[in-house]
């Protein structure tokens, strides 16, 4: 099966020859949708490689974007795993490609990576296998949920990466009503860190409800109490127009006022005040400064005194 690379030009202005795809593209491809940035409202966003293995989750946040992503298929949002023949042969052939940089494929762009684990077609069970015979990349399940069994019983998972998205309670409650209790989320993020699997922490997207600093600040404590995350990534609500018309419930529409190359976003100075505050609160009470934006703009980079150049993000190495 053939691997295709492409000349990427990166954050830094420097090129780079890069993995485009395995085959068709069907299983990994690299998420390359954002431009290096030159505008303040430019979103920035690494390529990153997606191991597309399933597509949907069932958590039915009101803001997910899979529901303007997935709107022509038939079955919309609802989980669906592909061949894993099929998903082990891409996988395989990339994982043999001795000549690519070390890099992070990332399980949970278009799906949440553990939706299924309960299930008879446990996807950790039949991934991390695969990448434990090699130490140049690595794997990363992204993940609302608490089902973290069996990778709880998977003795070698150096190749592993877990990233658990969170959310103030408020927020989590009236907006992610079907997914895992915030709660529930960090003490599987703390077992797993107990384990030993590298673990990453993704509030996002994070929205100015009445009292924010105070439940952001909450949730920054319930996170350290458990754990020390290897890195947090944080984000603000967005919405591509697709994600806005594919959604039943549209409330958190209302804090959209700005417009930019990945859709609407949060007034800037709120988004900007967010951000400070809890970089500031984790700088403060913890001594704690391995934080990155997510699809964030350069005008906010650049507010924050932050260089996107040097990003390391949840999708990235």
Request: charged letters at 30%.
């Amino acid at each position: 099966m053939r691997i295709t690379t492409k000349r990427y030009r990166m954050l830094d202005r420097s090129t780079k020859v890069l993995v485009e795809r395995v085959g068709d593209g069907s299983i990994i491809k690299r998420f390359d949708k954002t431009q290096v940035p030159e505008q303040d409202k430019d979103v920035i966003c690494p390529h990153f490689l997606e191991l597309k293995w399933a597509t949907g989750c069932p958590y039915d946040c009101s803001w997910c974007y899979l529901k303007g992503t997935l709107r022509f298929l038939p079955r919309r949002t609802k989980p669906y795993i592909k061949d894993f023949e099929r998903v082990g042969l891409h996988t395989e052939t990339f994982l043999r490609n001795a000549n690519s940089i070390p890099e992070i494929l990332n399980t949970g762009e278009i799906a949440d990576s553990l939706m299924l684990e309960n299930s008879r077609k446990s996807f950790s069970r039949f991934i991390i296998p695969m990448f434990e015979t090699q130490k140049r990349h690595k794997v990363l399940f992204l993940t609302k949920s608490n089902k973290i069994n069996n990778l709880l019983d998977t003795k070698s998972h150096n190749q592993v990466i877990a990233s658990f998205s969170l959310n103030a309670e408020p927020v989590a409650k009236r907006w992610e009503r079907r997914a895992p209790t915030v709660k529930e989320r960090i003490n599987a993020a703390s077992k797993l860190n107990l384990a030993g699997y590298e673990t990453r922490i993704r509030i996002d997207p994070m929205i100015p409800v009445n009292n924010w600093e105070k439940q952001y600040k909450k949730l920054i404590d319930q996170i350290f109490r458990k754990l020390t995350p290897e890195r947090i990534t944080l984000g603000s609500l967005r919405g591509l127009q697709s994600t806005i018309n594919g959604c039943d419930d549209r409330s958190w529409v209302k804090y959209l006022l700005e417009s930019s190359n990945w859709g609407k976003k949060i007034e800037f100075n709120t988004r900007y005040f967010m951000y400070l505050r809890i970089i500031e609160y984790l700088e403060q009470e913890y001594d704690y400064d391995r934080v990155a934006l997510c699809k964030e703009t350069k005008g906010i980079w650049d507010k924050l005194n932050m260089d996107y150049r040097k990003i390391r993000c949840n999708c990235i190495w």
